[in-house]
């Protein structure tokens, strides 16, 4: 199962809706179960270099099932994950990736947010996310 175009799309109304609630302005990816982008918004000013970091923390948080600050708290030199952000073509190990989930649970896609402090940036990832409950 994946996320539909719909669902994609009140995904991201439901993103926009909290980075303009926290006055801030943001690129939201969704990418579906395969990592294939199915919706973006570029907010109107929002930083050109997180356009690419947005996709990047959407397939990050899918190719592992855990958000993609989790990845980074693995990454860390010593760390059981260290420079796992050098595969699969550069992964973002920092907060703003989460996967999103239908109502019985399963992964259908992953949701990812850039263009602030990593903690708005996950902010707003998880307003999106909470969409598809």
């Known amino acids: ?9 009140a995904v991201i109304a439901a993103a926009k809706q909290k980075a303009k609630e926290l006055k801030t302005l943001m690129n939201i990816a969704v990418v579906d179960s395969g990592t294939n982008l199915i919706a973006f918004a570029h907010m109107d000013d929002a930083w050109l270099g ?3 970091i947005s996709q990047k923390k959407a397939r990050t ?11 980074g708290k693995l990454s860390q030199p010593g760390g059981p994950l260290y420079n796992i952000e050098h595969s699969n073509g ?5 907060p703003g990736g989460i996967c999103i989930k ?13 263009g602030d402090s990593v903690e708005n940036d996950h902010a707003v990832a998880k307003a999106g996310a909470g969409a598809m409950k």
């Open 1 to 9: 199962m994946n996320i539909t175009l719909e669902q994609a799309e």
């Open 50 to 52: 997180s356009i690419d």
């Open 61 to 71: 948080a899918r190719y592992f099932n855990m958000d993609s600050g989790e990845i």
């Open 90 to 94: 550069g992964l973002i190990s920092f």
């Open 102 to 114: 239908d109502k019985s649970g399963k992964i259908v896609g992953a949701i990812g947010v850039s």
